[in-house]
């Protein structure tokens, strides 16, 4: 068994300071992220409760700009959760935030692309359970040109 490399180590140490942070690993790159449920579902897993099926509500996927990091988010996850019932995702997107930083990787595999972008976010929802969901993109942008 391999040892963590010194990029994880350091990551995952100074994400501690975060009650409401996770860490998954999808596509071998370590992902940062937090998810926000309603406070009625909070409730409910209190109570030791099953949660509602909702399968008409999607997931609410939050982007943070090129400069920026789930943290982008944190004032809006779960007044957005509360307002439409729905579980809000953030994360750190690849090289940002503590999300893994890859310096290596297969031949026509860059994770920096937007392609691959795309592609790691759809994995990321798999792993975290909403695979079969609809998703709803919210993006925030620090471009503050023409649109």
């Known amino acids: 068994m391999s040892l963590p490399s010194i990029q994880r180590v350091f990551l995952q140490s100074v994400a501690e300071s975060d009650p409401d942070g996770h860490f998954v690993e999808v596509d071998n790159i370590q992902t940062y992220y937090r998810i926000a ?4 579902h909070k409730t409910l897993l209190q109570n030791q409760q099953p949660l509602p099926y909702e399968p008409h509500k ?53 994770p920096y692309t937007q392609v691959a972008a795309v592609e790691f976010a759809v994995r990321l929802l798999i792993q975290l359970g909403y695979g079969m969901k609809k998703v709803v993109f919210v993006g925030v942008s620090a471009d503050q040109g023409n649109f």
């Open 37 to 40: 449920i309603p406070q009625h």
């Open 58 to 110: 999607p997931v609410i996927l939050c982007l943070h700009h090129i400069l920026g990091n789930q943290y982008t988010w944190r004032f809006q996850m779960q007044p957005l959760a509360d307002a439409t019932g729905c579980h809000v995702i953030s994360y750190d997107r690849v090289c940002f935030g503590f999300t893994e930083r890859p310096v290596q990787w297969e031949e026509g595999k860059n």
